[in-house]
């Protein structure tokens, strides 16, 4: 798997609030199968798959997350953009299964975002025709069903 984020660009919400999107370009090699896609994502996502990531597998040393910005120049978004790219990178060279998978779901271009994850068991990733798609199970103890695809969108 490889990522990147090679641009970004400016967005409204519907009460014509602006703000920035990152185009993050996803490549994936499985069974013998590339397939490429871009996502967006904004960096409130980032904030919320970070933190998803820390209540789902708490065990694990996560790389920073570039802070908020206050004040977005063309030179602060540049920084930040090619931090983003270094945080996803490096959250890739992270080994766990579970952790690639609940990362991968997040990547899916079919996926609505909702990054919550109740345990680092709930979340597995399959493939299906080299197409990315995220099954959640429930908890051990019959705590119900995570988050994996309902709700949330790009703010």
């Known amino acids: 798997v490889r990522v990147s984020v090679p ?21 994936l090699k499985v069974e013998g199968t590339e397939k490429k896609w871009t996502v967006q994502r904004r960096y409130t996502e980032f904030l919320s798959l970070a933190e998803a990531l820390k209540r789902g597998f708490p065990e694990n040393a996560f790389p920073k997350l570039p802070p908020k ?21 490096e959250l890739l060279e992270m080994a766990d299964d579970d ?7 997040w990547l899916d271009e079919n996926a609505k975002i909702s990054t919550t994850v109740r345990s680092a068991s709930a979340v597995r990733i399959s493939f299906h025709a080299g197409q990315p798609a995220t099954e959640v199970e429930g908890r051990e103890g019959g705590e119900g069903k995570g988050e994996g695809g309902e709700g949330g969108g790009s703010e």
Do not use: C, M, W
């Open 7 to 27: 641009s970004r660009e400016k967005a409204t919400d519907e009460h014509g609030k602006a703000f920035t999107v990152y185009n993050i370009d996803v490549e």
């Open 69 to 89: 910005l206050y004040r977005n120049t063309a030179k602060s978004l540049d920084e930040r953009q090619g931090q983003l790219e270094l945080y996803l990178q």
């Open 99 to 105: 952790l690639r998978g609940f990362f991968l779901s």
